[in-house]
């Protein structure tokens, strides 16, 4: 007899009744859902454990998600499998919050945190201006007309972008390209 302290989910039964019990009778899990990410090594250091990531469930729903471990042996993807094309990968392990669909093993989509930055200026992406000697501008509506004011760019963040400038400014009206 074996025991195990805590709770277990059992996933699957190899025994069969009425036969003696030897060997595997039994496969078991953790209770707590999981998902388990294969992060290309070169993107390894945008998981960082404790870190926050968002989980897209197959319903749609977002749940929250922590990293609880960051794989330390990388591997090959076998030569005719499904990612026969990508490179080497860690095992990127994270603990699933409340909320979305519960399921037993589900394609998910998890978004990492590369970088956090708050209290920056951002424009839509449409609003960049490429200028000939190069860098970018976005154009500003003053009451006088319209100027270019040069900017430096930061993050992006979907279809927003950060600038910086000396004409830069909170508030200040802009044009944005017609999608």
Known sequence: MVLQSGDLRVTGVSGVLGQPAQGKILD??????????????DKQSEAQAGGAVTVTMPDGSNVP?????????????????????????????????AGGTVLDQA??????????KEKVLTVPVSALLALAEGGYAVQQVTPAG??????????????RVEVSGAGVTEGMKITVAAE
């Open 107 to 116: 394609p998910v989509q998890v978004l990492f945190v590369a970088e956090h």
């Open 65 to 97: 998600g922590k990293i609880s471990s960051v794989g330390a042996i990388a591997t090959t993807p076998s030569p005719n499998g499904p990612d026969s094309n990508s490179g080497p990968t860690v095992a990127v392990t994270i603990t699933l919050g």
């Open 146 to 159: 319209r100027r270019l004011v040069p900017v430096t760019t930061g993050m992006y963040a979907g279809d």
């Open 28 to 41: 078991a899990s953790g209770t707590q859902r999981v998902v388990t990410v294969k992060m290309p090594v």
